[in-house]
């Protein structure tokens, strides 16, 4: 991976140049806002707080187990805080820490402290904007829907990327980025270590294009080339794999008060680099939406497709699909209502764990509601209930889950 490695070392003596010009990429703009609008100015500090507070109250089933269920009251809190340092308004510094003590009535076991932190120095000229990009975080939790216990997960990684201003309301990007992910050694339904499983690395090169139809929509094309290496040779033999992605979509302002998110919808080709090992050609996609309809009416919808590494036998993935949709209703200025709903599907491409002849294959449906009451200007605290159930063609496999409790939002 020589030209990413060029490409960084570019990017990073960019940093260091000096000009007077305006931000007039979208990229620029949009990260003026946010130092701008920031709550907490200390000296040349500009910083955004806010506090974790989320699924604080009784789990029905924390290990997400099909016979013996184990109840708890849980809670998940802790401080967090980006704060901005601007150099010229044009070299910005900027840092996201939020250290969350996870808490379990009686499964003392399972209480933890989880530790997210990010960082990027970023220069905004007028018709370029560049990024140099770290990460680490240090968690346990429960990764996906596959995975029914919470293995602690050490992520690091770093990425850089350039845009570049053409004419016409179009730009393009370059972008690379690299994360390293190590489990602790567990194992898991007694055949699985994790750590010898999941351990690899991950990296990435896109090329995009962009045209800006409005100050709120973005069109955009994306093409992406991914390389998987995993660490333990037993899992390499079977997991290295590399693959190629082409996307379109739309993406609108995270600061419309209309519409938000963006739809991106593409398709991968994941080539296993292993002789006999199954290969995945098929749609993908990562879509979220918000629509106010009308003043007290809002819409979300969403569309999640991928490969997900799996654990389950010799299956290197597995294919996740999960739409959802949702509603909110705001009643008075300080209450609101939600609910949302979502389906998916899990599907294995090897047999394993059910006999000589079947493939796992998973189904499992959300329902979840909430009422939010107001308690700053864009701040809502939230008493909320949900139902997770999954079924399986494997008996083993199914399990269902409620939850009640409350948490804190930041969009209200």
């Not at 083993?396 to 939850?403: I, P």
């Amino acid at each position: 991976m020589r030209r990413p490695k060029i490409l960084i070392c570019g990017l990073a003596l960019a940093l260091a140049v000096v000009t007077t010009a305006s931000a007039e990429t979208w990229k620029g703009k949009d990260l003026e806002i946010k130092w701008h609008d920031a709550a907490w100015h200390w000296g040349p500090f500009h910083v955004q707080p806010q506090l974790v507070i989320s699924n604080a109250g009784v789990d029905s089933n924390i290990f997400f187990s099909p016979n013996q269920p184990v109840k708890d009251y849980t809670i998940t809190a802790g401080p967090a805080a980006t704060v901005y340092l601007p150099i010229h308004r044009k070299f910005v510094l900027s840092a996201y820490g939020s250290p969350q003590y996870l808490w379990y009535s009686e499964t003392k076991t399972e209480r933890t402290w989880n530790y997210y932190f990010k960082g990027a120095a970023q220069l905004s000229l007028k018709n370029i904007f560049f990024s140099l990009e770290g990460v680490y975080s240090d968690a346990r939790q429960r990764w996906n829907t596959e995975i029914d216990i919470r293995p602690r997960q050490k992520e690091a990684g770093y990425g850089g990327s350039a845009l570049v201003k053409l004419a016409w309301k179009t730009s393009f990007s370059l972008g690379y980025r690299s994360v390293k992910y190590n489990y602790e050694s567990i194992v898991y339904g007694d055949n699985f270590d994790v750590r010898e499983k999941l351990n690899r690395q991950e990296s990435y090169a896109n090329l995009s294009f962009f045209y800006q139809a409005s100050t709120q929509r973005r069109f955009f094309l994306d093409f992406e080339y991914g390389k998987y290496e995993f660490e333990f040779a037993t899992q390499a033999a079977i997991g290295d794999a590399q693959s190629g992605a082409a996307y379109a979509g739309l993406e609108f302002s995270q600061l419309g008060r209309r519409v938000r998110g963006r739809i991106r919808i593409g398709y991968k080709s994941y080539d296993v680099r292993a002789a006999d090992g199954p290969d995945y050609q098929g749609i993908v996609g990562d879509s979220q939406l918000w629509i106010r309809l009308a003043k007290p009416f809002v819409v979300r919808a969403s569309y999640i497709r991928n490969v997900q590494f799996s654990l389950w036998y010799n299956n290197p993935y597995y294919v996740e699909s999960h739409p959802g949709a949702g509603v909110s209703l705001y009643l008075l200025r300080f209450l609101r209502l939600d609910y949302d709903y979502s389906i998916g599907r899990n599907r294995y491409p090897e047999v394993g764990g059910g006999g000589p002849d079947v493939k796992r294959s998973d189904e499992y449906s959300i329902h979840s509601g909430g009422v939010y009451f107001r308690i700053r200007k864009t701040v809502g605290l939230g008493f909320i209930a949900s139902w997770w159930a999954r079924n399986s063609n494997l008996d083993a496999e199914d399990d269902k889950r409620t939850f009640f409790g409350l948490n804190l939002t930041y969009d209200f």
